[in-house]
Nanobody, 123 residues
Framework: VQLQASGGGLVQAGGSLRLSCAAS????????MGWFRQAPGKEREFVAA????????WYQDSVKGRFTISRNNAENTVYLQMNSLTPEDTAVYYC?????????????????WGQGTQVTVSS
């Protein structure tokens, strides 16, 4: 299984980035997909998730209204559109796949992780 995340970078506060995660080696449409992030000195935290069909989404409160998660099952890809970025969003962002359950999940409930992509927001 491979989850290849991309799209991170350096952006000014108020700017936007779009992260992508291309999956291979797993039945993509059978997995809930999500994004987590980890800032220096902090634990990895849930950011957003999307259901297997793409019809339902969940967000951490701090990103609601600014971030949008989506997926394309035909292309085995999940996206995270991030708008109105703030320095507090600076972290390494990880793509995650979870087979069981519905809704947000803890990091230790993740079945597969991507390699992470750095997002840095300057003030």
């Amino acid at each position: 299984v491979q989850l290849q995340a991309s799209g991170g970078g350096l952006v000014q506060a108020g700017g936007s980035l779009r992260l992508s995660c291309a999956a291979s080696g797993l039945p993509f449409s059978s997995y809930n997909m999500g994004w987590f992030r980890q800032a220096p000195g902090k634990e990895r935290e849930f950011v957003a998730a999307v259901s297997r069909s793409g019809g339902v989404t969940w967000y951490q409160d701090s990103v609601k209204g600014r971030f949008t998660i989506s997926r394309n099952n035909a292309e085995n890809t999940v996206y995270l559109q991030m708008n109105s970025l703030t320095p507090e969003d600076t972290a390494v962002y990880y793509c995650a796949a979870r087979f069981r359950g519905l809704g947000s999940w803890r990091a230790d409930e993740t079945n597969y992780w991507g390699q992470g992509t750095q997002v840095t927001v300057s003030s």
